[in-house]
């Protein structure tokens, strides 16, 4: 779990809404679960309170739906990354999970081949499981570094999106010890982002860290109804990623 003058402005814009406080949710819906899991805390997962059904608005999940990016860095290297929803689960400590495959391009190539695995709880969470990644050069694979699977080895599941996030709230996403042990702080609900796929407001933005790289930091950008939008490493690197097309899935 990872350009353009247009990039620029959708930044700039960004960061002014988030200094203006733009974040302050106005909900009147009841809270959800008053705690999220951090770093290496256990946290109890009971399987009867989740779903495979993820519609968080922030990041759905229908199977069948595909998220494509393009992804850049400061060498100038253009990667291409196919993310799609299967139909297929795994079962996880219990939890029926979906399974989405994440392929990274380079010039054709494949570099990067991944299978995540979510699943979403009663209040709305969308919490990740695991992943099993290998990343390839010249056509062999070089690792399988990252691969982490909840209840093996003491990795436990974190939380992608949560159920109704608000400006200061802290979760881990994921935790494999020396692995995995990526981390997320809610930002702005009212975050605006232009991408080659359109344009956005009240968008959800996190910072997105780990102990792991302590000197790198990202954020990313959901739209609602669509997903991930805009990922951009504002600290320790340059690499950006942003969505080229949508395909929803049947049914939405």
Same mark, same amino acid.
């Given at each position: 779990?990872?350009?353009?003058?247009?990039?620029?402005?959708?930044?700039?814009?960004?960061?002014?809404?988030?200094?203006?406080?733009?974040?302050?949710?106005?909900?009147?819906?009841?809270?959800?679960?008053? %705690?999220?899991? &951090?770093?290496?805390?256990?946290?109890?997962?009971?399987?009867?309170?989740?779903?495979?059904?993820?519609?968080?608005?922030?990041?759905?999940?229908?199977?069948?739906?595909?998220?494509?990016? &393009? %992804?850049? #860095?400061?060498?100038?290297?253009?990667?291409?990354?196919?993310?799609?929803?299967?139909?297929?689960?795994?079962?996880?400590? =219990?939890? $029926?999970?979906?399974?989405?495959?994440?392929?990274?391009?380079?010039?054709? %190539?494949?570099?990067?081949?991944?299978?995540?695995?979510?699943?979403?709880?009663?209040? !709305?969470?969308?919490?990740?499981?695991?992943?099993?990644?290998?990343?390839? $050069?010249?056509?062999?694979?070089?690792?399988? $570094?990252?691969?982490?699977?909840?209840?093996?080895? =003491?990795?436990?599941? /974190?939380?992608?999106?949560?159920?109704?996030? &608000?400006? !200061?709230?802290?979760?881990? $996403?994921?935790?494999?010890? /020396?692995?995995?042990?990526?981390?997320?702080?809610?930002?702005?609900?009212?975050?605006?982002?232009?991408?080659?796929?359109?344009? +956005?407001?009240?968008?959800?933005?996190?910072?997105? +860290?780990?102990?792991?790289?302590? #000197?790198?930091?990202?954020?990313?950008?959901?739209?609602? =109804?669509?997903?991930?939008?805009?990922?951009?490493?504002?600290?320790?690197?340059?690499? &950006?990623?942003?969505?080229?097309?949508?395909?929803?899935?049947?049914?939405?």
């Amino acid at each position: 779990m990872r350009r353009s003058t247009i990039l620029g402005l959708s930044v700039l814009v960004v960061a002014l809404s988030a200094a203006c406080g733009g974040g302050e949710s106005t909900s009147t819906e009841p809270a959800a679960r008053a %705690e999220l899991p &951090r770093g290496s805390e256990p946290f109890t997962l009971d399987p009867a309170d989740f779903t495979t059904e993820i519609d968080n608005p922030y990041w759905p999940m229908r199977p069948g739906s595909r998220r494509v990016y &393009r %992804e850049t #860095d400061a060498e100038g290297n253009v990667q291409r990354n196919d993310v799609t929803v299967t139909h297929r689960t795994k079962t996880i400590s =219990g939890i $029926e999970a979906v399974v989405v495959h994440d392929v990274v391009r380079e010039e054709g %190539e494949v570099t990067e081949d991944t299978f995540d695995w979510y699943a979403q709880d009663a209040d !709305g969470n969308v919490w990740y499981l695991g992943e099993d990644t290998r990343e390839y $050069e010249q056509g062999k694979l070089k690792t399988t $570094e990252g691969s982490w699977e909840a209840g093996v080895d =003491g990795a436990l599941a /974190g939380i992608v999106v949560p159920a109704r996030p &608000r400006p !200061g709230l802290t979760y881990r $996403e994921e935790y494999y010890k /020396g692995h995995a042990e990526d981390g997320a702080q809610t930002l702005t609900l009212n975050a605006h982002a232009r991408v080659p796929y359109g344009t +956005f407001d009240h968008m959800l933005e996190t910072r997105n +860290f780990s102990p792991l790289e302590r #000197d790198v930091v990202e954020e990313k950008l959901y739209a609602r =109804g669509v997903g991930v939008a805009l990922e951009l490493t504002v600290s320790g690197g340059s690499d &950006r990623s942003v969505l080229l097309s949508f395909e929803p899935g049947p049914h939405y």
